[in-house]
């Protein structure tokens, strides 16, 4: 059953995105840093009527260097592990100061935002307790794969064979030798109303599934492709290129869960091998071929997963459009 608030949506175009900025330029993003785009793009889909909590990490960094803000809506930065609990007591007080007539009865976005560390690692706990409790708010999850902020270091959400400080390979060690978490599974397993990814390769899409999100009530959660050129070993001016790569390997599909429902977004038809997607980075620069090998085939059976999960819905064809940057 779709979201009643969705049932007549209307999504933005290349010709009709608005103007809004909530994160203002003159940033400190690294040089090619994917994950200012992609919540820049986000975040302009919302709009500027809203209230964002903020995890430490590398957003917070470059947007907040005192006395500086590049924020134009209201934000406030928490500890690392708490941006679902305090976006929950921000809906919950707004709630009870409408209640008394303290402030006008307006419903208004509350945003949390972490990295991946801050939400499939340390900040787990405070975003399924949010979930469960049916808060009405949208968590953005950056997805680099890594606690970059501090020194990339490995998280939960680092592909396995990648290599960061704390998972190095060498003679004992491929790199990092567990899979990545699938936390947007984790998400749609709380039975919450819209659960989606999003690539900033795919402007259009995943400024379209923010809006969806922020307009649904109750929990939604996104989780958004962040590609780190600092991290990765990456050259800046391939952010957008490996966000298309990551779709056209299916390494990192689009697709949305909208009351239990997957909808797949973008039908890769012919694949490209994932080693198209490692020759750029140097993360994965020490894989062996028996190695790709076993990475193409377990991405082969989780899309295949995905695509039996979706199979009532509607599929499009992959888009040729292009980011914006």
């Known amino acids: ?11 933005y175009t290349p010709k009709s995105l608005p103007r809004v900025e909530p ?12 994950e200012i785009l992609a919540l820049r793009m986000a975040l ?10 903020s995890a430490t990490g590398c957003m917070e960094i470059v947007t907040s260097s005192y006395p500086q803000s590049a924020w134009n809506v209201p934000w406030i930065h928490v500890a690392f592990e708490n941006a679902a609990a305090v976006a929950s007591g921000i809906e919950a007080g707004r709630k009870a100061l409408m209640r008394k007539g303290r402030i006008p009865n307006k419903r208004t976005t509350i945003v949390a935002m972490a990295g991946d560390g801050g939400t499939a690692d340390i900040g787990l706990q405070a975003l399924s307790g949010a979930l469960e ?12 794969e890594a606690y970059m902020n501090t020194g990339v270091q490995r998280s939960s ?8 400080t704390t998972s190095p390979p060498g003679q004992l060690s491929i790199g990092q030798s567990t899979w990545k978490k699938n936390m947007p599974a984790i998400a749609v397993a709380h039975e919450i109303p819209y659960v989606a990814t999003g690539s900033p390769a795919y402007y259009t899409d995943l ?60 039908k890769i038809r012919k694949p490209k091998p994932v080693e198209e997607y490692f020759k750029l980075q140097g993360r994965f620069r020490h894989l062996d071929k028996k190695t790709v090998q076993q990475i193409q085939e377990r991405v082969n059976r989780q899309y295949e997963a995905l695509v039996r999960k979706a199979a009532s819905a509607e599929i499009e064809e992959e888009p ?3 980011a914006a940057t």
């Not at 994160?23 to 994917?34: N, Y």
Request: aromatic share 8%.
């Open 157 to 164: 959400s680092t592909p396995y064979g990648a290599m960061t």
């Open 133 to 144: 409790r049916g808060h009405d708010f949208v968590y953005i999850c950056l997805d680099n």
């Open 1 to 11: 059953m779709m979201d009643a608030a969705l049932s007549n949506f209307k999504g």
């Open 44 to 53: 302009k889909a919302i709009g500027d009527n809203m209230i964002v909590a």
């Open 320 to 322: 040729t459009e292009e």
């Open 207 to 266: 400024m379209n599934k923010a809006k969806k999100a922020a307009l649904v009530k109750g929990p939604a959660y996104l989780h958004l492709y962040s590609p780190c050129p600092t991290g990765w070993r990456l050259a800046p001016e391939l952010a957008v290129e490996i966000s298309r790569l990551a779709v056209q390997t299916n390494i990192f599909p689009l697709y949305e869960v909208v009351d239990g429902q997957y909808i797949l977004n973008k």
């Open 23 to 34: 994160l203002a330029q003159g940033h400190r993003a690294c040089q090619g840093c994917g």
